[in-house]
């Protein structure tokens, strides 16, 4: 084992005489390693693997009042809905020398207030939040203490919060004018709880705008809301199929709402997409899994995650303040969508 100074841990001195270089490099490395020569990066790296070294960060966050932490808040750990995006912020923010914490809400806007709390009495530097809904007293609360949030998921041009996203009631319209498009007049959806959810309180807004805007009466929708899962879906979707006017087409708010809703349909005897047509929204892998693959809405998740961390770091570095940034989303035509039938007597029968 190479030796270290007389601590009984190796220090940054240590590393870099080891390294070959100043303790200021090492520094710069620890904390912007993007700003140090990449023959240079790879000696302090070497070093610090060599010497088992770890840098001591309450330390550093006390002089420079950072600790180069950043906070996020999602609403679920449960399925893949954010993954992407989050790894995609992860491996940008580390590129940049930030280490991310995460953490889940559940959906209930009391947790995510608690580790909002939490997390800035670690010394979060910043924190990445999933939608506006949230209350004033906790922005006020971010506010007082200086610390930078950005808003992610979502996006609305008139807001005083910092966000990246798309707009979930644009979104939700397009591919519901496909729907009818395609001759569906009696819309079944399939949606997450809306209070507190504005992604999905605006997925539905999306789906009742397109049927206004086409000629048709709110009636020939029918909204069903639950929680996010596969069985959730699979729930809902018998529930809507239990009535006398049965959709000819089911809306989800989400992918994992839709793989419910396909498996159940299914099971229940019914032809996708032949006698019963399904969507999705978020464009996960898990779309794709699926025999019909589903038609959904592309989000593109890992971009926007790695845009959300070049924004933070943006922001933590003193750089000009960007716009919120609106984000393009697309339809993904896949297996289970469908022209709807003219004589409806094959589902109207069950």
């Known amino acids: ?75 679920t750990m449960e399925n893949a809905i954010f993954a992407r995006g989050i790894q995609a912020f992860q491996e940008e923010l580390i590129r940049h020398g930030y280490t991310l914490l995460v953490a889940s809400s559940s959906y209930r806007q009391d947790i995510e207030e608690e580790q909002i709390r939490m997390l800035v009495a670690r010394g979060a530097d910043a924190l990445l939040l999933i939608g506006y809904d949230r209350s004033q007293k906790t922005y006020q609360f971010l506010k007082e203490r200086g610390v930078p949030i950005l808003v992610a998921w979502v996006y609305q041009q008139d807001t005083p919060q910092l966000s990246i996203g798309f707009d979930n009631r644009e979104a939700m319209a397009g591919l519901t004018r496909e729907v009818l498009r395609l001759g569906h007049t009696r819309i079944g959806c399939i949606s997450a709880f809306t209070d507190n959810n504005d992604r999905a309180r605006e997925r539905v807004v999306g789906i009742s705008d397109a049927i206004k805007a086409f000629g048709l009466l709110p009636e020939c929708l029918t909204v069903v809301q639950t929680t996010y899962s596969v069985e959730s879906g699979g729930r809902a979707l018998e529930q809507l199929m239990s009535k006398s006017e049965k959709p000819t087409v089911i809306m989800c708010g989400n992918d994992v709402l839709a793989v419910g809703a396909l498996r159940k349909a299914k099971a229940m005897g019914f032809s996708v997409p032949r006698e019963l047509s399904i969507t999705g929204f978020d464009d996960i892998e898990l779309a794709t899994l699926t025999e019909p693959q589903i038609t959904t809405v592309h989000v593109p998740h890992r971009k926007m995650g790695r845009l959300a961390a070049r924004m933070i770091v943006d922001r933590l570095q003193g750089k000009p303040r960007r716009p919120s940034l609106k984000l393009k989303t697309d339809i993904r035509m896949r297996g289970t969508l469908a022209q709807a039938q003219k004589t409806p007597s094959g589902i109207g029968s069950r």
């Open 1 to 75: 084992m190479p030796e270290h100074s007389g601590t009984n841990f190796p220090t940054m001195v240590d590393v870099a005489r080891l390294a070959g270089v100043s303790t200021a490099t090492v520094s710069r490395y620890l904390s912007s390693p993007e700003a140090v020569k990449t023959k240079t990066r790879d000696k302090v790296a070497l070093a610090i693997d060599s010497l088992g070294y770890t840098p001591n960060f309450g330390a550093r966050a006390m002089a420079a009042k950072r600790t180069q932490t950043i906070g996020a808040i999602i609403p």
